[in-house]
């Protein structure tokens, strides 16, 4: 019975003694940081999702680094499109964004894998491939030739299309005008089905739209609710055409100029933030659905209850999408990435 007692003391012991070891390697790594204030851009309106990664990604670097890092954040394009401060994060006036591979394709060619439609049937499969470590590993590489360093992916779910035009067929896209990203291969495969693809920005999509020179766009649930195109649209789908893969990264300016402490609390910040959106994306995305039609009187196209309608989507898009893939992107990553992917055809 003592020999025993003794045992469940000794075991006690150890377990307390690993968690102060860690609480007070964490404090003393903390407290060798230099103290330093970064700064954070992402685009959309202050309660987007790339909005809610910004700020959850402040409060952690700032608590696990005892406030010795602190991080400015700047939402709204304060400091100037994706696309601008793409060239001031290379020499690290900015540090670090969160935006999707569409934005990033023309300074980092390899992400337009992620710009082929119709890629994934579910949220499970799709994340799966994307966050595959060795998959990871390789497209990281590419961020690093650009001069950047990838510091997490994550997601909103599909990106669907919003219409004030009833789809029944794969014909009814056929002079569709839709809005989409400013993407050159989104462009493509929407021209693929016909559709008069109409880049323009996000700001300007509800007026647009209000004045009837668009009759649709494309974004998550989300979106479609948070910028209120309920007020100014018929229909919404669940045309799930493209995974919406958020990325998180920073310059590699920035990223060499740290401490490894400070690396290693910015990497676990970014990883736990990326985690919390997946979650809150799977909790609120069918929600957003809801309420649009529910709520917001919008009338819900289910895709999958038009017979053949996503393989003849698919079979319209994916061969120009791999080909143009293949004439912006290494052969090998892009055999890596459907292979990621399970794209066999």
Request: proline share 3%.
């Amino acid at each position: 019975m003592k020999k025993n007692t003794y045992s469940v003391i000794l075991t006690a012991a150890a377990i307390i003694s690993t968690v102060f070891s860690g609480i007070l390697g964490g404090a003393a790594a903390a407290a060798d940081i230099k103290p330093r204030t970064m700064v954070f851009h992402y685009a959309g309106p202050l309660d987007c999702t790339n909005a809610r990664f910004a700020n959850n990604f402040k409060e952690l670097v700032e608590k696990k680094s005892g406030g010795k890092l602190k991080v400015d954040v700047f939402g709204q394009n304060i400091l100037g499109t994706d696309i601008d401060c793409l060239s001031t994060m290379k020499v690290g006036k900015v540090d670090f964004m969160v935006t999707v591979p569409a934005m990033v394709v023309n300074v980092i060619p390899a992400l337009a894998v992620y710009d082929i439609p119709f890629t994934f049937e579910d949220v499970k499969s799709a994340r799966k491939a994307l966050t595959d470590p060795q998959w990871l590993a390789v497209i990281g590489r590419e961020y690093e030739r650009a001069g950047y360093h990838l510091l997490a992916t994550t997601d909103s779910n599909f990106r669907i299309i919003s219409t004030n035009k009833e789809i029944k067929s794969i014909g009814d896209f056929k002079g569709m005008k839709l809005r989409t990203m400013e993407n050159k291969n989104h462009i493509a495969f929407f021209e693929a089905l016909g559709v008069k693809a109409t880049p323009l920005n996000a700001s300007e999509v509800y007026l647009a739209l209000q004045q009837g020179m668009l009759q649709g766009q494309e974004n998550p649930y989300s979106q479609v609710y948070d910028k209120k195109l309920y007020e100014v649209q018929k229909y919404v789908t669940n045309s799930n055409h493209i995974f919406h893969n958020i990325i998180f990264f920073t310059g590699q300016a920035t990223w060499k100029s740290l401490q490894p402490e400070a690396q290693k609390i910015i990497e676990e910040a970014a990883n736990e933030t990326a985690k919390m959106i997946c979650e809150y994306s799977d909790k609120s995305e069918e929600d957003f659905r809801d309420k649009l039609v529910k709520e917001r009187g919008m009338k819900f196209i289910d895709f999958d209850k038009i017979p053949g309608l996503r393989d003849q989507l698919r079979k319209a898009t994916l061969k120009g999408a791999k080909e143009r893939a293949a004439k912006q992107v290494d052969p090998k990553l892009l055999e890596a990435y459907l292979k990621t992917c399970g794209i066999k055809d």
